[in-house]
């Protein structure tokens, strides 16, 4: 029996999964290969759709935008053809911020209060490890508590969507799902077949994910203390802000990295990805097109709206900006990563001074970050899959890496 559907959302045309659909098999090659980005829909009967719902094998970006949105971006609009469909973009933080939340904690009061107030009955989330903080554990949060416990991010690649085996037979009707773009992609796809009567998609931007091996690789390389390292995040003062366990914090020049170690360290899944900005979901909260300290908030949709309706009266709101100019800097860093070139740390932290105080900020500083990751990744599938580059890049992605001169490949 084909499951209910949850709204007139984009399904490809397969067969619905049906009880004999099983899961793939723990340490199998996934049908992406190398380009896996472990998402979890292979770890599910949903694996049923993996040929059409894989954002590695195909991409779909304007039948997912048109069918999640009513429509899909507008090119010629430089923050649409940027950050994706929109209603609405602001900037923000908690009045109250959570303790223990990796920066205010906006994500996890979206979910507390979408089970509160009855919006939905689970929220997709992802825990951690009791053995390994950094080792992330999928989740149906059904109370608050459940949500809270997985607050901060988990840099790792996550099978999110390994829990959507848990749905039929569990009452969940009303999912709120958090993820990122390849696990709202698969999600989307599939959507209209899951036991559900709604779902709202709260998206997290992403970009260079690694393996938990990857991980420790990173850590090791970058920071004094690897093993007392909570929680770390790129941030828009062009440096890596680590939080450890004893509440100190520690700050790393993105030019201070150690390219040539870990230039190959991120996921190919990563390296080959451009829905940096989530497009699929309904509402987006990040950090990249915000300034230091705040987060940057779009809505797609409806739902989106009414996923914030939630908190906005919780929130320090404010318009977004942008300042800067982004492209010279952009230029230079394609041909320095390309080149894995290691700046002395005395060298990176008075260009990530001069940086921070004249270069890109707010949107621009958003527009930085996709310009350099879309350009590397385009260079790094021409190099890696010449045969996937035709189909695998976006018109909106080869629009922007269009106004760049990149290495031959």
């Known amino acids: 029996m084909q499951p209910i559907g ?17 899961p793939l098999a723990k340490g199998s090659v996934y049908p992406a290969k190398d380009l896996c980005s472990q998402c979890g829909l292979c770890d599910s009967r949903w694996v049923a759709y993996v040929k059409q719902s894989c954002a590695f094998l195909e991409q779909r970006f304007e039948a997912m935008e048109e069918q999640a949105h009513g429509r899909s971006r507008d090119l010629d609009n430089q923050d649409e053809l940027y950050f994706g469909v929109q209603q609405r973009m602001l900037s923000a933080r908690l009045l109250q911020p959570l303790d223990g939340a990796q920066w205010t904690g906006i994500v996890s009061r979206i979910g507390v209060r979408a089970l509160e107030s009855g919006l939905v009955d689970a929220v997709l989330c992802v825990g951690q490890s009791p053995d390994d903080r950094f080792t992330p554990v999928p989740r149906l949060a059904r109370t608050p508590e459940e949500v809270l416990s997985a607050r901060v991010n988990k840099p790792t690649l996550s099978p999110n969507l390994e829990v959507l085996e848990q749905l039929p037979g569990s009452g969940i009707r009303r999912l709120m799902a958090i993820g990122v773009g390849c696990q709202i992609q698969a999600l989307r796809a599939v959507q209209s077949t899951l036991p559900l009567d709604d779902l709202y998609v709260l998206g997290l931007p992403c970009v260079d994910n690694v393996s938990r091996q990857g991980l420790q690789t990173f850590l090791e390389s970058t920071v004094s203390s690897p093993e007392t390292v909570v929680h770390y995040e790129f941030m828009q003062d062009f440096r890596i802000h680590f939080r450890h366990s004893d509440g100190r914090t520690e700050t790393v020049p993105f030019f201070g990295l150690d390219t040539p170690k870990l230039k190959d360290v ?38 989106g709206q009414v996923l914030l309706d939630l908190v906005e009266d919780e929130l320090d709101v404010a318009p977004v900006s942008s300042s800067g100019d982004r492209r010279a800097a952009v230029q230079q860093g394609i041909e320095a990563y390309d080149k894995a070139v290691r700046l002395p740390l005395w060298l990176a932290r008075l260009v990530g001074f001069f940086v921070e105080r004249f270069g890109p900020r707010g949107l621009e500083y958003g527009r930085f970050s996709i310009d350099s990751h879309f350009t590397r990744n385009a260079l790094w599938l021409r190099r890696h899959h010449p045969e996937k580059v035709a189909a695998h890049i976006p018109a909106f992605a080869r629009r922007i890496v269009s106004r760049y001169r990149l290495p031959d490949a």
């Open 266 to 303: 991120f996921a190919p899944s990563c390296l080959s990805c451009f829905d940096y900005t989530n497009a699929g979901a309904d509402l987006v909260v990040g950090y990249m097109g915000a300034t230091f300290g705040r987060q940057w908030i779009t809505v797609r949709n409806p739902k």
């Open 6 to 22: 949850c709204g007139d959302v984009f399904s490809p045309p397969v067969p619905a999964p049906h009880e004999k659909a099983r």
